[in-house]
């Protein structure tokens, strides 16, 4: 092999079992202490589609790292096992990534169209096309179709709720298939701007998914310790630290897990085989560090200010829980000029919400969020 800036370090001994992406955010493990109940209540509304038939729409709320992301896509993996029949198809979409009815709608059609010749394309059709090619698509076969809309709020933020009451009225224009819908959310506020047709329908079921306290975290922290460590690497007092110091965090557990990761990822570097209360302290001051970093990107200090209340703005419509405790009680523009945005979790400015502008009838509880003008019959293809 050739010499490189690689060669001193290509002989160091990994830290991790496997394979270190065992505690990233991605993947889904096997159980999921703690939300036992959660799972199970989800199986009693869901095994509905199982007998062929249209569930409840369920909207689940729970602040960041809660494990919503993580049920729903555990829920995948369950159908799968289930449903050896194929009776059911379970979409899972992130609304912060395709963040248009266009694209939810084209990305659901996909999913049901194998020829890759016949997929809808990125752009260049009107919505209403797409509705009615997903329609037709959708009742080729008697099918049920489960959407799970994680981030729900972020589509209604930027679109309005058109997308949700088309997807919720589908069913009227549908003869064979049926589609349910999973939204979810970590702005406990986000119904309250949703036209109330379109609130009542999507929230058929709704579950809460608490934080969690240290003892659960621990829990957690352990589980995927013993898949990704050796035995002894990561040792109970040192979990136990991690587990204390994410549940200040709102009891996060991507926190926990970034924690363990990071702390990991220290140790392996200088060459310790076991991970210590500093090299946990260590990790918490790097993450932080990171996160004021990327929050804080170089540039025109002029530009930057113009920027940074924006950020703060567009955590969510009432997502307070990525702000740090003193955040909450100061104006925005005042705490991002003092410092550096600093946010915990995502580090990733989000859209300051646009006013939904609805028009027609005053809106329920109306709170100046308004939805765009909206058909009163779905669309029909022109
Ligand atoms: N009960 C659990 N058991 C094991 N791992 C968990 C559990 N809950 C959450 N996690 C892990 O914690 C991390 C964050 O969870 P998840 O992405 O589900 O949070 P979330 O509630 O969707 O947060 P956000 O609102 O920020 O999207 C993921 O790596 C996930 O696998
Ligand atoms: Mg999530």
């Known amino acids: 092999m050739e010499e490189s800036i690689f060669q001193p370090y290509l002989g160091t001994r990994t830290i991790f079992k496997m394979d270190r992406e065992i505690l990233r955010p991605s993947y889904i493990p096997e159980r999921l202490p703690h939300r036992e109940s959660h799972i199970d209540q989800l199986a009693q ?124 009225k589908i069913n009227d224009d549908l003869s064979k298939a049926r589609v349910s819908i999973i939204g979810i959310s970590n702005d406990l506020k986000f119904t309250e701007y949703l036209d109330p047709r379109v609130r009542s329908r999507l929230a058929d079921e709704k579950m809460v998914f608490p934080p969690y306290n240290a003892d659960e975290l621990f829990d957690i922290l352990s589980e995927r310790a013993r898949l990704a460590f050796e035995n002894g690497t990561a040792e109970d007092g040192v979990l136990h630290l991690i587990a204390a110091l994410a549940a200040q965090e709102h009891g996060d557990a991507r926190r926990a897990l970034d924690l ?70 100061r104006a925005p523009d005042a705490a991002s000029r003092d410092r550096p945005h600093f946010r915990v979790g995502h580090a990733r400015p989000r859209p300051r919400p646009r006013p939904i502008v609805r028009s027609g009838r005053p809106h329920e509880g109306d709170s100046g969020f308004r939805a765009p003008a909206r058909r009163e019959e779905s669309p029909r293809e022109g």
Not at 145 to 157: G, R, S, T
Not at 268 to 288: F, S
Not at 300 to 314: I, K, L, Q, S, T
């Open 45 to 168: 509304i869901l095994v509905t589609a199982l007998k062929g038939e249209r569930p409840s729409n369920v909207l689940i709320f729970g602040k960041t790292g809660s494990g919503k992301t993580a049920v729903v896509k555990y829920i995948e993996n369950e159908f799968r096992k289930a449903d050896s029949a194929h009776m059911v198809q379970y979409f899972y979409l992130n609304c912060e990534i395709v963040d248009t009815p266009y694209g939810v709608l084209q990305s659901i059609g996909n999913k049901l169209i194998e020829n890759f010749h016949q997929r809808i394309p990125f752009t260049g059709l009107s919505t209403d096309r797409v509705y009615n090619l997903l329609r037709e698509k959708l009742d080729e076969e008697k099918r049920v179709v489960i959407v799970a809309l994680d981030e729900i709020d972020k589509i209604v933020q930027k679109n309005g709720d058109d997308i949700l009451y088309q997807l919720l």
């Open 260 to 329: 363990l990761r990071v702390s990991a990822e220290l140790a392996e570097r200088q060459g310790d085989e076991h991970i210590t209360e500093e090299h946990v302290q260590r990790a918490k001051n790097k993450i932080e560090l990171d996160t004021v970093i990327e929050s804080d990107p170089p540039g025109d200090p002029v530009e930057r200010r113009d920027r940074e209340p924006e950020a703060h703005h567009g955590r969510g419509l009432h997502d307070l829980s990525r702000a740090l405790p003193e955040d909450r009680n």
